[in-house]
């Protein structure tokens, strides 16, 4: 067996002995009355993520940019069993849109225990073609609101247990911490973010305060826009948004650091780093690229 193939098989045991006497830790209940900020939340992960928060009977302010959609998913969160939801539509990308969302959740609910951070913008899965444009947005949308967010958050919010749990939701988001083809200025803003949040959690366990930071790192997702931007470009098949959208809501109940989902996207994190020299062509043959 090849080295690679026995920390494979390896890894494979110990996870199914921590499977076998792992206790779950996350308890529904907690999450009913928790007050809930979710972003990007008129489709794909943030959608299940406002169902899943409705049915643990949370109370929730979503916020994505179209509001007719917004509309509909409040609608049926409504059905599922949320105590309270509110909805504001709102652009991101526009620096003086964060700190109105927020105010208008604190005001809505009296305070936040969650900031779930999930937009998403229009995002290209191809070459890089030197638009340098193009990443200026998207940095713009994706980093830069989140950081004038969470510090509006953390000086306006008083409630004694608060947690940021952190999404990088998109087909791939584990470009925010392996640097992968077709994701050039998106693997840019996601490594932005994972430092930024990263170091900020650093700096909140030092002044002991009461906050955790939960980062998500996803693979490939069957929501349209993924689909529809990996067609034929990916050799891995797509795990379902809904499971996604819980596990992000598990591990920050659970105040956990980092969430992945699917399984194999930790290993494949830890094989990058345990194989410098073959992780590159491994890493390329799950991609199809027949030249332009």
């Given amino acids: 067996m090849k080295p690679i193939g026995k920390v494979l098989c390896a890894t494979g045991i110990i996870a199914g002995l921590l499977a076998f006497f792992w206790k779950d830790p996350f308890n529904p209940e907690s999450l009913s009355g928790a007050r809930v900020l979710l972003t990007g939340a008129s489709a794909g992960i943030g959608e299940q993520m406002a169902y899943h928060y409705a049915r643990f009977g949370a109370e929730i302010v979503l916020t ?5 959609v917004l ?3 409040v609608e049926k969160c409504l059905t599922l069993g949320a105590k ?3 909805y504001i539509p709102a652009d991101m990308s526009s620096p003086s849109e964060p700190e109105k969302v927020v105010q208008f959740a604190v005001q809505k609910l009296g305070g ?3 900031l779930v951070l999930n937009h998403i913008g229009v995002t290209r899965f191809q070459m890089w073609s030197g638009d340098v444009a193009y990443t200026r947005w998207l940095m713009q949308l994706l980093s830069l609101p989140r950081f004038p967010l969470s510090a509006t958050v ?3 919010v008083t409630s004694p247990v608060f947690s ?3 999404p990088s939701c998109f087909s791939f988001s584990f470009p925010g911490k392996i640097p992968t083809p077709f994701t050039t200025s998106y693997s840019a803003t996601k490594f932005a973010l994972d430092g930024f949040f990263s170091s900020l959690r650093h700096e909140l366990i030092m002044q002991k305060r009461n906050v955790s930071i939960t980062l998500c790192i996803l ?3 069957d929501t349209d826009a993924a689909l529809e931007n990996t067609r034929g470009k990916v050799h891995l098949t797509a795990s379902p948004a809904p499971e996604a959208a819980l596990a992000i809501i598990r591990g920050g109940a659970t105040r956990v650091q980092e969430v992945f989902y699917p399984w194999w996207v930790q ?4 094989l990058w780093v345990l194989f410098p020299y073959e992780r590159n062509r491994v890493l390329q043959s799950y991609y199809n690229y027949s030249g332009p």
């Fill in 64 to 68: 994505a940019r179209r509001e007719a």
């Fill in 71 to 73: 509309q509909k998913v």
């Fill in 84 to 86: 309270k939801i509110f």
């Fill in 112 to 114: 936040l225990d969650y």
């Fill in 154 to 156: 953390l000086l306006t």
């Fill in 164 to 166: 940021i749990p952190l």
């Fill in 219 to 221: 693979g490939l997702i």
């Fill in 267 to 270: 290993h494949m994190c830890c």
